[in-house]
């Protein structure tokens, strides 16, 4: 399926994926920009844009060694609401920055914030965790 076609696909995980991958941009940028001030909400703010790069692009995940009780654990309909979790942590930790005067990294903390809600609405809806084909996934699989 094309990229066209999967942002049509109303699955709110690939919705969420993008939006991750947003905030991750954002993450990286602000927080190299700004590296002097807030030194300790920079650093988190980096290491949160690496794990959501890991975790969203399929092609990097793959390099990372895993095991079947991992997946069990971890995949299928659960990694929505794993993800959610995670997200939403991050999430929380970035606002809690922006407070304290790291207000650069408040578009990053806003994109966390979305990713973590659609992963929400996607764990509602129990759809499948699916990844974008641009980026290495499966992508969503056609009904022929």
Known sequence: MSFPEELKSRNFSIYA??????SAVFLLVFALINISHQSG???LAIIFAVVVL????????RLIPSNDSMERFFGGKKRNWWRFVLYLVFAIIMWV??????????VGAFFLTISAL???????????????????????????
């Open 17 to 22: 994926q993008i939006s991750g991958l947003i």
């Open 41 to 43: 909400f920079r650093a």
């Open 54 to 61: 890991v975790i969203e692009i399929s092609v990097i995940a």
């Open 97 to 106: 920055a922006v407070s304290k005067d790291a207000n650069s990294l408040g």
């Open 118 to 144: 659609l992963y929400l609405l996607a764990g509602i809806t129990g759809q499948e965790s699916i990844s974008l084909s641009i980026l290495g996934g499966s992508g969503i699989e056609t009904q022929s």
